[in-house]
């Protein structure tokens, strides 16, 4: 029942920024404690990419190392969405970029543990 869907994508250059974002219809942000979103990432050919997750509660959120400094992801349940502002975007980046979520208190960052997928939006940065 859960359906999310992702926006924001696009190209863009080395350096410049971008602000994906995940809209999430049949849940409630507003008790979003029931649940954790994640960012993921895959690129052409490679695995799909843990990027970041957040719990319900504000302030537990873990990040890639690849990422840390340059990515943050927000909640906005009075929205019922999250966002994955990211700033400094290196080639290195470019994937396709996918919102999930997962009912638990508790972070993970391997995808079969997510069972709600976006249809993914894709970011490319070129050099």
């Known amino acids: 029942q859960v359906h999310l869907v992702e926006s924001g994508g696009g190209l863009v250059q080395s350096g410049g920024s971008l602000t994906l974002s995940c809209v999430a219809s049949?849940?409630?942000?507003?008790?979003?404690?029931?649940?954790?979103m994640g960012w993921f990432r895959q690129a052409p050919g490679r695995e799909r990419e843990f990027v970041a997750a957040?719990?319900?509660?504000?302030?537990?959120?873990i990040y890639e190392d690849a990422v840390k400094g340059r990515f943050t992801f927000a909640r906005d349940n009075a929205k019922n969405a999250v966002t994955l502002q990211m700033n400094s975007l290196k080639p290195e980046d470019t994937a396709v970029y996918y919102c999930a979520a997962r009912r638990s208190n508790r972070v993970a960052m391997t995808p079969p543990l997510y069972d709600i997928w976006g249809q993914g939006t894709q970011v490319t940065v070129s050099s």
């Open positions: 957040a719990t319900g509660r504000t302030g537990s959120t």
């Open positions: 049949g849940l409630r942000f507003s008790d979003a404690s029931a649940y954790v």
